[in-house]
């Protein structure tokens, strides 16, 4: 190969490196990519407050009128039928925690897009009207 061929080859892979560069590029700048990292990161702080709102104020409630109990303390304990020292710990008490968590935050999210969609309702009546 001559070094007219080489250069032109060398030339040919800068470009279509560059190419993927500035896709890739283009793609990070578009706004639906910048809107999930934000949600992503909003979501992980709903959680942690989700997660306060069920163990610290919601379970209490729910133990107390469940008689005292404490659900996170809820579990059966399986002996080792093999003869062994360790035991299987099924924890039901967390199962349940974490289902109430599940239902508030489905609830939460449920209640955002119902008044999304109530805004949106709104803003299209009205444009219907201007027109």
Do not use: C
Not at 84 to 99: H, K, L, M, R, W
């Amino acid at each position: 190969m001559d070094k007219k061929a080489v250069k032109e080859k060398m030339v040919a892979v800068h470009e279509k490196n560059s190419g993927f560069r500035k896709e890739f590029i283009e793609f990070i700048n578009r706004g639906s990519v910048v809107d999930l990292a934000v949600g992503v990161a909003v979501g992980g702080a709903f959680t942690a407050i989700v997660n306060s709102l069920v163990n610290d104020i919601v379970m209490p409630i729910v133990g107390l009128i469940g008689g005292g109990v404490d659900f996170r303390d809820l579990k059966w304990v399986i002996p080792n039928f093999f003869g062994g020292d360790t035991e299987a710990v099924i924890a039901y008490g967390n199962f349940i925690q974490t289902a109430v968590e599940f239902l508030i935050i489905a609830w939460v999210i449920f209640m955002i897009i119902k008044a999304m969609n109530r805004i949106n309702r709104k803003k299209d009546a009205k444009a219907k009207k201007a027109l």
